[in-house]
């Protein structure tokens, strides 16, 4: 079994603020003790302004990797559909290297159809993503062991989802981190299946850390924590925060992260 400590991350969404802020939002949570800040992988902003201010995934984490120094970064999650495999393979890989060997390799079969009809790409069904993602993710770890160099390493590949049938197995093949928003009434339950799902393939579930999206409503003023606790007590150790750029008239709420991480650290002590 092995024991992890909790950790907290940040999920900064790259909209409606300019690139220079979320590169100084991310200098400054590195500053801050903050475990891993994450971006995500979208064309348009998810909320707000719809049509306001956005930039693309990998290009942002690049210049995350420069401007900080001990935090992990990564995507919460690249979508598979948007890029070859092999090809994001290599964009990781260059990544880590700009980071020094920081970089989580958070990958999910997307979900968001006004990225694929305005991009070009082909939306499929559930199901076609998913099979999409679970062909993928082979060739991404055969790419990483050809290329020259290779990932400074380890690059710890997190997968995003919680359906049973698909994502739990490709979890248990493939992950050593895995996300979702499942509550702690039901992950209990999804812990089972993926525990099964390990024990199918010869692997120890403790082997993957577990994470769960917080909420920003939790924690708030130090207090509000009894879903983060109740995640925490079912196993999960990474627990995301998400902002984004229209928060404050300033941007990101970055004064929210600290109770956060005064949490962590009662957790840890």
């Known amino acids: 079994m092995i024991e992890r400590p909790t950790r907290i991350g940040v999920q900064l969404a790259p909209q409606h603020v300019s690139m220079q802020a979320t590169i100084d939002a991310a200098r400054r949570l590195d500053d801050m ?53 092999d090809l994001l393979a ?18 999910g079969s997307g979900w968001f159809e006004r990225d694929y009809l305005e991009y070009g790409y082909d939306f499929g069904t559930v199901g076609s993503r998913l099979n ?13 062991s050809k290329l020259n160099p290779p990932p400074v390493g380890p690059m710890p590949i997190l997968i995003g ?23 702690p009434q039901d ?5 089972d299946v993926l525990r099964r799902n390990c024990e199918a393939i010869g692997r120890d579930v403790s082997e993957i850390e577990i994470s769960n999206g917080a909420s920003v ?11 983060l606790d109740a ?32 949490w962590r650290d009662r957790k840890n002590a």
């Open 90 to 107: 290599d964009v990781a890989r260059t990544i880590d290297h700009i980071s020094g060997g920081r970089f989580i390799f958070g990958i």
């Open 187 to 191: 992950l209990p339950h999804k812990l």
């Open 132 to 144: 999409a993602l679970g062909a993928a993710l082979p060739r991404i770890r055969e790419r990483w």
């Open 161 to 183: 989802g919680k359906g049973e049938q698909k994502t739990l197995p490709m979890v248990a093949q493939h992950a050593d981190i895995w996300h979702s928003f499942v509550g």
């Open 33 to 85: 003790g903050v475990d891993a800040v994450f971006g995500w992988d979208h064309f348009f902003p998810l909320s707000g302004d719809l049509d306001g201010i956005h930039f693309e995934a990998t290009a942002q984490l690049a210049a995350w990797a420069v401007a900080t120094e001990r935090v992990q970064i990564g995507p919460l999650v690249f979508c598979n559909s948007y890029r070859n495999p």
């Open 231 to 262: 995640l925490h007590a079912a196993g999960t150790r990474l627990l995301t925060i998400p902002l984004s750029g229209d928060d404050t008239p300033d941007g990101y709420a970055l004064d929210r992260v600290q109770a956060y991480l005064d």
């Open 217 to 227: 409503r939790d924690g708030v003023g130090g207090v509000g924590f009894d879903r």
